[in-house]
């Protein structure tokens, strides 16, 4: 199974400040044959199911704010939020579709200092 | 607007079997393209994976419940399900449908459920 570890667990970051949040694979996500990282992000506030922001590692999702952005390649990869909203506390995971069992990271909490 | 809403015990005893259905509306089981998918996520914070199904019936599961589960597809009602057998404290869980969109290796999640609170319990 490819393991996603995440970093960090939790970070609070203050009001229209960067939030950056790590994603790191077990094994390389990046498919040659079509040039596409096969990693997907997701934000989860409390008492919703998770909601797509990001895929093929750097697609923003359609309705996504541009705030978002992902980046990486390979085994290593990185959530920029730009400029933090008070909507944005969340817990953010990584999801790799690389390969079967799919697996996520184990979730970065994202709140205001 | 694609909607998926699942339904079910939200308690169920050990050793029993755990059943659920997710009704989806604004999209069709039968069209190709997509997987209808569990995923579960444990108190915490944890996803997992649990398995989807294609439109043909073709199935995926996880490997640590492959033993344990079994979805399934009914394209006149639109809805699919979950069958988890022998459940133990441990499968305590919220547990999500979603569609997956299918890709040449794997799938990402566009769509869930609300998510379903299925506790083991005596």
């Known amino acids: 199974d490819i393991v996603l570890t995440q970093s960090p667990d939790s970070l609070a970051v203050r009001l229209g400040e960067r939030a950056t949040v790590n994603c790191k694979s077990s094994?390389?996500?990046?498919?040659?044959?079509?040039?596409?990282?096969?990693l997907t992000w997701y934000q989860q506030k409390p008492g919703q199911p998770p909601k797509l922001l990001i895929y093929w590692g750097s697609t923003r999702h359609s309705g996504v704010p541009d705030r978002f952005s992902g980046s990486g390649s390979g085994t290593d990869f990185t959530l920029t939020i730009s400029s933090l909203q008070a909507e944005d506390v969340a817990v953010y995971y990584c999801q790799q579709y690389y390969n079967l069992p799919l697996t996520f990271g184990g979730g970065t909490k994202v709140e205001i200092k | 607007q694609v909607q998926l809403q699942e339904s079910g015990p939200g308690l169920v005893k050990p050793s029993q079997t755990l059943s659920l259905t997710c009704a989806v509306s604004?999209?069709?089981?039968?069209?190709?393209?997509?997987?209808w998918s569990w995923i579960r996520q444990r108190p915490g914070k944890d996803l997992e994976w649990i398995g989807h199904i294609y439109n043909n019936g073709n199935t995926y599961y996880t490997p640590s419940l492959r033993s344990r589960v079994t979805i399934s597809l009914d394209t006149s009602k639109n809805q699919f399900s979950l069958k988890l057998t022998s459940v133990a404290a441990a499968d305590t869980a919220v547990y999500y449908c979603?569609?997956?969109?299918?890709?040449?290796?794997?799938?990402?999640?566009?769509?869930w459920g609300q998510g379903t609170l299925v506790t083991v319990s005596p």
């Open positions: 979603a569609r997956a969109r299918k890709y040449i290796l794997g799938a990402d999640f566009d769509y």
């Open positions: 604004g999209a069709s089981l039968s069209t190709g393209g997509f997987y």
């Open positions: 094994q390389s996500v990046f498919y040659g044959s079509d040039n596409k990282n096969y």
